[in-house]
């Protein structure tokens, strides 16, 4: 009784888990990023902030190739990620459930969560090299405006512990 219940539970809290992030990228799809409107207003955004940082231009080919390598870095984890997603998804659903792949792919799934977290730090870092101590005060400051923003919007429901 208490095994068929461990199960539900596991079950209920899995699928919450894959629901969640789906809706949360529905919301946010390509259809948003893609919207040239939206590119543009981006990119003016993001020249006005390199002006107010007084940013040199080999700052300037710095930051972007950073920028460059970490998102391509970080698509390369997002896809994997998305792949084992599928996978527990597959497993969840066949009739015998074999709950030590569950966990294996769970936990690889977590690996692959920390590697975003050390490639986020790493971005950080790299940033930091780049920019004097003022300018990335200053970059500091406006990336916390826009985590605020970001928390304030709706359909952002993933509680940030910070």
Same mark, same amino acid.
């Given at each position: 009784?208490?095994?068929?219940? $461990?199960?539900?539970?596991?079950?209920?809290?899995?699928?919450?888990?894959?629901?969640?992030?789906?809706?949360?990228?529905?919301?946010?799809?390509?259809?948003?990023?893609? =919207?040239?409107?939206?590119?543009?207003?981006?990119?003016?955004?993001?020249? %006005?902030?390199?002006?107010?940082?007084?940013?040199?231009?080999? %700052?300037?080919?710095?930051? +972007?190739?950073?920028?460059?390598?970490?998102?391509?870095?970080?698509?390369?984890?997002? %896809? %994997?990620?998305?792949?084992?997603?599928?996978? *527990?998804?597959?497993?969840? /659903?066949? +009739?015998? $459930? =074999?709950?030590?792949?569950?966990? /294996?792919? +769970?936990?690889?799934?977590?690996? $692959?969560?920390?590697?975003?977290?050390?490639?986020?730090?790493?971005?950080?870092?790299?940033?930091?090299?780049?920019?004097?101590?003022? /300018?990335?005060?200053?970059?500091?400051?406006?990336?916390?405006?826009?985590?605020?923003?970001?928390?304030?919007?709706?359909?952002?429901? *993933?509680?940030? +512990?910070?």
């Amino acid at each position: 009784m208490m095994r068929k219940f $461990l199960v539900m539970m596991f079950l209920l809290i899995g699928m919450f888990g894959l629901v969640v992030p789906a809706v949360c990228a529905a919301s946010s799809g390509p259809a948003l990023r893609q =919207d040239k409107a939206f590119v543009e207003k981006k990119d003016a955004k993001m020249q %006005q902030f390199f002006q107010e940082l007084n940013l040199t231009e080999e %700052q300037k080919k710095l930051l +972007n190739d950073n920028k460059n390598k970490h998102r391509e870095q970080m698509k390369i984890i997002f %896809q %994997q990620k998305k792949d084992k997603m599928a996978l *527990i998804r597959q497993e969840v /659903q066949k +009739n015998e $459930l =074999d709950m030590e792949k569950i966990i /294996q792919i +769970n936990n690889e799934l977590k690996e $692959l969560e920390s590697k975003m977290l050390d490639l986020m730090l790493q971005g950080i870092l790299d940033v930091r090299k780049i920019l004097t101590a003022e /300018q990335f005060k200053k970059f500091m400051e406006q990336a916390e405006k826009h985590r605020r923003h970001f928390d304030n919007t709706p359909g952002a429901s *993933i509680p940030s +512990n910070r």
